[in-house]
């Protein structure tokens, strides 16, 4: 199969009757229900999050996607830490929450938001507060 060609024959049938752009805007609205919900259960804020964990994908991706939904900077997302290992699937979000407790950047009292999304707008999340520094940290 030709990768080229089958790209061409879906941007063909899907992007002229809008069904992609649709999609989108299916993902993003999952998104912020999920977000609201989170935010909601957890008694928080999105100015009350400390760092934010989305899928370890492109800047634009995670600032479009999910900094901007928070309306929060990128610098409080780990963008920074996830360009430099890529995307590991659904690890992604634990990785970046390891290397936070390692690097002393999440500590007692703070707030990470865990978010992510999967194949048939698959959306799910968590907040974390951090209570306690782990030993192995």
């Excluded at 009757?17 to 649709?22: F, K, L």
């Excluded at 936070?100 to 990470?112: I, K, V």
């Amino acid at each position: 199969m030709s990768f080229t060609a089958r790209n061409e024959q879906f941007r063909q049938q899907i992007m002229p009757t809008g069904e992609a752009t649709a999609a989108l805007f299916s993902i993003q609205r999952a998104l912020e229900e999920v977000v609201e919900r989170l935010l909601a259960e957890s008694g928080i804020t999105p100015a009350d999050l400390t760092r934010v964990a989305f899928m370890n994908y492109s800047k634009e991706i995670v600032e479009q996607r999910c900094m901007a939904l928070l309306d929060l900077p990128m610098s409080r997302s780990t963008w920074d830490y996830g360009r430099t290992i890529g995307h590991c699937g659904a690890a992604d979000q634990v990785l970046s929450l390891d290397h936070l407790l390692l690097t002393g950047r999440l500590g007692p009292g703070d707030h990470l938001l865990m978010l992510g999304t999967g194949p048939g707008v698959t959306v799910s999340g968590a907040v974390i507060e951090i209570i306690d520094t782990p030993q192995w940290a």
